[in-house]
């Protein structure tokens, strides 16, 4: 199943049994339904190479996680490592759900284009401004605990509207009890 | 390395170390910075690459545990429930944090006042106010003016508010029908270009390193105006001890090269700027004849109080598809709703909720933050009916100080230069435990009043402590405090402290703003009181 392998090559620490059973271990994670395909067809070779040239720290999880001592049957291995191995466990599932959502026709199907650039339009007004969700905020009133007073803070002349609060403010913003903090 | 000493000579390159030094090079001072961690450059982050995933949970992770590089040092955490968080580099931890900016409320600086417990702070939001607004001037904070939960501002955000997304609109119009708080989200991240710096592109992997420069690093912002000024940033240098003369005045510090390489760089002042893990640390690692309990440490609190937010998750899951692996992370909208006391809730203090975008495909397919790990054919209808189709609500409980939850130094591990690693011991509070719970029922409600169809909660999340905090408070009482109201030593006169070990209480909010504004007003009075410091002869 391994090809070409160097010994630069991250996947050199897998023998053919390993990857074997690193194939049977990712259709039992991630099987073939809903119109998604199986990680044992995904997570390749290349795939595979991609996921330990980018965190070579994973292949000495792996390779313990896919020992032959642990058995052939996937379920049983699967609680074991579970129960007593969780961090060569961890390297496993990362391997593979890294291998399967790092490949084109996967992200394609679940419609995920990776983490894009989109541009912020700063000088566009919110749309929670334009529907009033910030007005019922304003019309509430203050939320703070006035220290001075112990209670909710009550600040005269406070704008009750968005458009009110930028059609200017008192001088110097002082309201309320809020000066001396009590102090 | 140095003979001549400096004038300041700071330990640290992160958030509050920065502030300082830019303060300091404005007014002339001769200012040196040792910084264990490297420059990294915005090409270097993997947040524009296929396997940024991977790298968010290894090179780029946030806790140095998970690194283990070179330039961090472990943080023994075996006993204590959260895991601290932190980034070893030119920028520290702003390099990895979210970048929210919310400011500490009135009522966190008196706490024993208001409500009977803990301490007051030595000075007020009021007191702090004007730092606040030259700290976001300086940061480059965007956000919408009049959040009525903080007192009226005379200064706006120097930048508009960033998007709140499909997700944030469904909760905002969930609040406005319940009547509850909600405001967009300040986050020091840019909404339009400033200060020669790229805005924001909504890539959301603002925790691996923001390759735009669009969220606030203090590599960006302040070091190279720092820098042009003639400061000196000493990279890869470790600071193993803090020296002190007879007079028990701090001369300088040992550092460490990448090679093993011991050095001494005398200064007049030695401000610290680490965290509340490395600061007390540090000054544990100075222990003398003079100072057998660790410098500075006459209280007997260096290193107690250790304060980290606990945090819980509240997940809702939508129909609709939210987008929402995009969006800064930073948060997106904030709710203050139950942050102040009300004695019925049957604890004090409250909690800040934000809500933030949930991740890409590779998160979501893996064992969720909740536990749940979902394989064999329904693996796909969970990651379709997650990925882009979360809300997540943060909540950041108030932790009360506790001499119990301290730092000590291991006896048994070191980081790469063979200094010993700090052990963090630390439990949750029966107080912050209800108010977790009280809060997580409330954002269940949020979310469901959103129209979320699913909620999944992590109750208390192990790899959540970004917000180091108390563990070298300030106060009057130098039997009661390490730190006096400017961050001095009240045991080193020429010996401060800027980072988030002095905060008193922990407020319930993201800290960065208020550490910040902090350090700048410590540095204005160094400035003023300069002719009146003692220094080393």
Same mark, same amino acid.
Not at chain 2, 33 to 45: P, V
Not at chain 2, 77 to 95: Q, R
Not at chain 2, 293 to 307: I, Q, T
């Given at each position: 199943?391994?090809?070409?392998?160097?010994?630069?090559?991250?996947?050199?620490?897998?023998?053919?049994?390993?990857?074997?059973?690193?194939?049977?271990?990712?259709?039992?994670?991630?099987?073939?339904?809903?119109?998604?395909?199986?990680?044992?067809?995904?997570?390749?070779?290349?795939?595979?190479?991609?996921?330990?040239?980018?965190?070579?720290?994973?292949?000495?999880?792996?390779?313990?996680?896919?020992?032959?001592?642990?058995?052939?049957?996937?379920?049983?291995?699967?609680?074991?490592?579970?129960?007593?191995?969780?961090?060569?466990?961890?390297?496993?599932?990362?391997?593979?759900?890294?291998?399967?959502?790092?490949?084109?026709?996967?992200?394609?199907?679940?419609?995920?284009?990776?983490?894009?650039?989109?541009?912020?339009?700063?000088?566009?007004?919110?749309?929670?401004?334009?529907?009033?969700?910030?007005?019922?905020?304003?019309?509430?009133?203050?939320?703070?605990?006035?220290?001075?007073?112990?209670?909710?803070?009550?600040?005269?002349?406070?704008?009750?509207?968005?458009?009110?609060?930028?059609?200017?403010?008192?001088?110097?913003?002082?309201?309320?009890?809020?000066?001396?903090?009590?102090? | 390395?140095?003979?001549?000493?400096?004038?300041?000579?700071?330990?640290?390159?992160?958030?509050?170390?920065?502030?300082?030094?830019?303060?300091?090079?404005?007014?002339?001072?001769?200012?040196?910075? &040792?910084?264990? /961690?490297?420059?990294?450059? !915005?090409?270097?982050?993997?947040? *524009? %690459? =296929?396997? @940024?995933?991977?790298?968010?949970?290894?090179?780029?992770?946030?806790?140095?545990?998970?690194?283990?590089?070179?330039?961090?040092?472990?943080?023994?955490?075996?006993?204590?429930?959260?895991?601290?968080?932190?980034?070893?580099?030119?920028?520290?931890?702003?390099?990895?944090?979210?970048?929210?900016?919310?400011?500490?409320?009135?009522?966190?600086?008196?706490?024993?006042?208001?409500?009977?417990?803990?301490?007051?702070?030595?000075?007020?939001?009021?007191?702090?106010?004007?730092?606040?607004?030259?700290?976001?001037?300086?940061?480059?904070?965007?956000?919408?003016?009049?959040?009525?939960?903080?007192?009226?501002?005379?200064?706006?955000?120097?930048?508009?508010? &960033?998007?709140? /997304?499909?997700?944030?609109? !469904?909760?905002?119009?969930?609040? *406005? %029908? =319940?009547? @509850?708080?909600?405001?967009?989200?300040?986050?020091?991240?840019?909404?339009?270009?400033?200060?020669?710096?790229?805005?924001?592109?909504?890539?959301?992997?603002?925790?691996?390193?923001?390759?735009?420069?669009?969220?606030?690093?203090?590599?960006?912002?302040?070091?190279?105006?720092?820098?042009?000024?003639?400061?000196?940033?000493?990279?890869?240098?470790?600071?193993?001890?803090?020296?002190?003369?007879?007079?028990?005045?701090?001369?300088?510090?040992?550092?460490?090269?990448?090679?093993?390489?011991?050095?001494?760089?005398?200064?007049?002042?030695?401000?610290?700027?680490?965290?509340?893990?490395?600061?007390?640390?540090?000054?544990?690692?100075?222990?003398?004849?003079?100072?057998?309990?660790?410098?500075?440490?006459?209280?007997?609190?260096?290193?107690? %109080? =250790?304060?980290?937010?606990?945090?819980?998750?509240?997940?809702?899951?939508?129909?609709?598809?939210?987008?929402?692996?995009?969006?800064?992370?930073?948060?997106?909208?904030?709710?203050?709703?139950?942050?102040?006391?009300?004695?019925?809730?049957?604890?004090?203090?409250?909690?800040?909720?934000?809500?933030?975008?949930?991740?890409?495909?590779?998160?979501?397919?893996?064992?969720?933050?909740?536990?749940?790990?979902?394989?064999?054919?329904?693996?796909?209808?969970?990651?379709?009916?997650?990925?882009?189709?979360?809300?997540?609500?943060?909540?950041?409980?108030?932790?009360?100080?506790?001499?119990?939850?301290?730092?000590?130094?291991?006896?048994?591990?070191?980081?790469?230069?063979?200094?010993?690693?700090?052990?963090?011991?630390?439990?949750?509070?029966?107080?912050? %435990?209800?108010?977790?719970?009280?809060?997580?029922?409330?954002?269940?409600?949020?979310?469901?009043?959103?129209?979320?169809?699913?909620?999944?909660?992590?109750?208390?999340?192990?790899?959540?402590?970004?917000?180091?905090?108390?563990?070298?408070?300030?106060?009057?009482?130098?039997?009661?405090?390490?730190?006096?109201?400017?961050?001095?030593?009240?045991?080193?006169?020429?010996?401060?402290?800027?980072?988030?070990?002095?905060?008193?209480?922990?407020?319930?909010?993201?800290?960065?703003?208020?550490?910040?504004?902090?350090?700048?007003?410590?540095?204005?009075?160094?400035?003023?009181?300069?002719?009146?410091?003692?220094?080393?002869?």
């Amino acid at each position: 199943m391994t090809t070409d392998t160097t010994s630069d090559d991250p996947l050199a620490a897998l023998d053919g049994t390993a990857r074997a059973t690193l194939a049977a271990i990712a259709d039992h994670l991630i099987p073939a339904a809903h119109g998604m395909p199986s990680a044992a067809d995904i997570v390749t070779d290349g795939r595979l190479r991609f996921v330990l040239g980018a965190r070579p720290d994973l292949a000495e999880g792996l390779v313990a996680a896919l020992r032959p001592g642990l058995g052939v049957d996937v379920a049983s291995r699967l609680a074991t490592l579970q129960r007593d191995e969780p961090a060569n466990l961890g390297a496993l599932q990362l391997a593979i759900v890294a291998g399967y959502y790092t490949d084109k026709r996967v992200r394609e199907l679940i419609g995920y284009p990776g983490q894009e650039a989109i541009e912020v339009k700063s000088w566009l007004l919110p749309e929670y401004i334009e529907e009033g969700l910030i007005d019922k905020v304003l019309e509430r009133g203050a939320v703070w605990r006035d220290p001075a007073t112990g209670d909710r803070a009550v600040v005269e002349g406070l704008p009750q509207t968005y458009a009110e609060r930028f059609a200017g403010m008192p001088d110097d913003s002082q309201g309320g009890h809020d000066g001396p903090d009590g102090a | 390395m140095a003979t001549d000493p400096a004038d300041v000579l700071i330990v640290g390159a992160g958030a509050s170390g920065a502030v300082v030094a830019k303060r300091l090079a404005e007014a002339g001072f001769s200012v040196v910075c &040792l910084e264990q /961690g490297e420059w990294h450059a !915005k090409e270097d982050y993997p947040g *524009t %690459r =296929l396997d @940024w995933e991977l790298q968010a949970r290894k090179a780029w992770a946030t806790s140095p545990n998970i690194r283990e590089l070179p330039q961090d040092y472990p943080v023994v955490a075996d006993d204590s429930p959260v895991e601290p968080l932190m980034f070893n580099a030119v920028g520290g931890s702003t390099i990895i944090f979210a970048g929210a900016w919310p400011r500490a409320l009135p009522s966190d600086f008196r706490v024993r006042s208001l409500d009977g417990i803990a301490d007051d702070w030595p000075l007020t939001y009021h007191e702090l106010l004007p730092y606040f607004y030259r700290t976001d001037r300086d940061f480059g904070v965007s956000g919408l003016p009049g959040d009525p939960a903080y007192p009226p501002d005379s200064e706006d955000a120097p930048l508009p508010p &960033l998007p709140i /997304g499909a997700a944030g609109m !469904k909760v905002a119009r969930a609040h *406005t %029908r =319940l009547g @509850w708080h909600w405001w967009p989200e300040f986050n020091s991240i840019l909404s339009a270009p400033y200060d020669g710096r790229r805005p924001c592109v909504q890539r959301s992997t603002c925790q691996s390193g923001c390759n735009e420069g669009a969220k606030a690093s203090t590599d960006q912002t302040h070091w190279p105006k720092a820098m042009a000024l003639g400061t000196r940033l000493v990279t890869g240098a470790r600071v193993r001890r803090i020296e002190t003369n007879e007079a028990g005045l701090a001369t300088g510090a040992t550092w460490i090269d990448r090679e093993g390489g011991e050095h001494f760089e005398p200064a007049r002042v030695v401000v610290l700027a680490g965290n509340a893990i490395g600061t007390p640390r540090l000054l544990l690692l100075s222990a003398s004849s003079r100072f057998p309990d660790g410098l500075a440490n006459s209280s007997g609190l260096v290193g107690k %109080r =250790l304060m980290m937010h606990p945090f819980a998750n509240v997940a809702g899951l939508f129909e609709d598809p939210l987008l929402s692996w995009q969006g800064q992370f930073g948060d997106l909208i904030e709710s203050l709703e139950f942050y102040e006391t009300d004695e019925k809730r049957g604890f004090v203090r409250g909690a800040r909720w934000g809500l933030a975008p949930t991740g890409g495909p590779i998160n979501t397919a893996l064992p969720s933050r909740a536990g749940e790990q979902i394989w064999g054919p329904d693996h796909h209808l969970h990651v379709k009916t997650h990925l882009g189709h979360g809300a997540n609500w943060g909540l950041f409980a108030e932790d009360l100080p506790d001499e119990a939850n301290h730092i000590t130094l291991s006896k048994t591990v070191t980081d790469s230069s063979g200094v010993p690693a700090p052990e963090v011991h630390y439990s949750m509070a029966d107080n912050a %435990r209800r108010m977790l719970d009280f809060h997580i029922e409330r954002a269940t409600e949020s979310l469901q009043e959103a129209g979320a169809y699913k909620i999944e909660v992590d109750r208390l999340m192990r790899y959540s402590g970004w917000h180091l905090l108390g563990t070298t408070r300030m106060g009057d009482d130098p039997a009661t405090s390490v730190l006096d109201r400017w961050n001095r030593a009240h045991d080193v006169p020429n010996l401060y402290v800027v980072d988030g070990s002095c905060f008193v209480t922990s407020t319930g909010v993201n800290p960065t703003s208020t550490i910040v504004a902090i350090a700048l007003r410590a540095t204005d009075h160094m400035i003023e009181s300069r002719f009146n410091q003692q220094v080393p002869a």
